[in-house]
């Protein structure tokens, strides 16, 4: 599904060059939760800037279903960015002056598709993630949690392949916090949804399949999770305190 293969990522400033992701390799499968964690500045955010195709990188492929995404032109990104991927973010993205309801729907009115079919799919979806009784509402009138799960619907809209979420929890108490990783796990469960998720909240990452560790723009190590999550929290935390000398971002 998604390959990142040796990538290289360096940023200029001046005569200085600073290289943030050095030779990253890993692989995301149909239908995983996969998390990726480490210190701040591991260029966890900027990895996920690569693969949404906001920055160019230096060296190395990324394929999304074999295709090499740094061959594609400006157009050709625009619909792999409308067609192929779905994107949460930290706060939201909502449009303020459209309903829930209008919001899950804004990907497919890029796409000027039909109406009916439309509205039937964003009303299963906010069925799905328990928002349907908050569709007429605007973002100023719901919780977080609502907004962070209408977002999540947003982003399934057009079947994407894969979804990128960077700090998805990241703005959430912790109650909110797991309806909104159970949306994701629902999304996995019910559509075979592909989620790529960037967080620095180990309890979050405990639900995931899977967990990349960054250290210093290389993969750290990886730690499978074998269905007890309990366990799978405790490994996060040891890892990630041996990591940074107990301090975490
Ligand atoms: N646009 C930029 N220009 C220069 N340096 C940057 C830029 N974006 C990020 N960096 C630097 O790259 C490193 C990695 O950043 P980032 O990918 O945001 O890490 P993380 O998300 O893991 O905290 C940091 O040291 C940061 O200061
Ligand atoms: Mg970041």
Redesign the pocket.
Known sequence: MLKVEHLYKS?R?GNNV?E?LKDVSFEVKQGEFVAVM????????????CISCF?PHDKGKILLQNNELSRLDEKQIAKVRNENLGFVFQDFMLLDGLTVFENVCVPKVIRKEVYGPMEKKAKNLLELFGIHEIADKYPAEISGGQKQRTAVARALMNDPLLILA?EPTGNLDSRSSEAVISAFLEAQKTLNATTFM?THDSFSASYCDRVIV?RD?NVYTELVNNGDRKKFLEQLLDILKNLNGGEQ?
């Open positions: 940023y400033n600073y943030v480490g210190p701040s500045g591991s260029g966890k955010t900027t990895l996920l800037n920055i960077d960037v960054m723009g971002e």
